[in-house]
């Protein structure tokens, strides 16, 4: 894993793992839509998570400030961001049975939500600047609180 040099890098990295989720359960919604699934239980789980993603997306972009690295050093950090969560995109999710129902789809929510704890507790320990560390921290800390309610979702 890339060592992250500032709070801005960081940033940019969770920015691009949350637009990146919210792209992925926009295209999944379009699927339903399109096989006129719009009314089934699950189109509206899909619906409610693409909004928390949203959410989490605005809360880390009105965080974010920019970078000034080179365009090579922000493409580097769009790729591991890319490669950090919903490997394979929709076609990979829909095999691990995001869209068959409820149950499976908040499953592959679930394992990615542990998955993006996981990254930004990692990049935490790259981390030199306490700063970025915290934040890192503070965000992880989220994503568990989302896995938390998507588990709780599956009990229920």
């Known amino acids: 894993m890339m060592q992250i040099q500032s709070t801005q890098e ?3 990295i969770v920015a691009e793992m949350e637009r990146r989720a919210v792209q992925l ?16 239980p699950l189109y509206a789980m899909l619906l409610h998570t693409c909004e928390d993603e949203r ?5 880390f972009e009105a965080r974010y400030g920019g970078l ?3 365009v090579e050093r922000q493409l580097i950090l769009s790729a591991i961001a890319d490669g950090l ?24 929510a679930a394992g990615e939500e542990e998955r993006a704890a996981a ?15 915290g934040i890192l921290h503070a965000i ?9 309610a998507l588990r709780e979702s599956q009990e229920t």
């Open 140 to 148: 992880a800390a989220e994503e568990d609180r989302h896995l938390q």
């Open 119 to 133: 990254a930004y507790r990692a990049f935490a320990l790259q981390c030199q600047d306490e700063e970025t560390r």
């Open 85 to 108: 969560l919903f490997e394979g995109g929709l076609m990979q999710a829909v095999r691990k049975g995001m869209l068959q129902d409820v149950p499976g789809m908040l499953r592959y």
């Open 10 to 12: 960081a940033l940019f």
């Open 55 to 59: 959410s989490h997306l605005r809360q």
């Open 68 to 70: 000034t690295e080179t």
């Open 25 to 40: 359960y926009e295209r999944a919604l379009l699927l339903l839509r399109d096989q006129g699934r719009e009314g089934e």
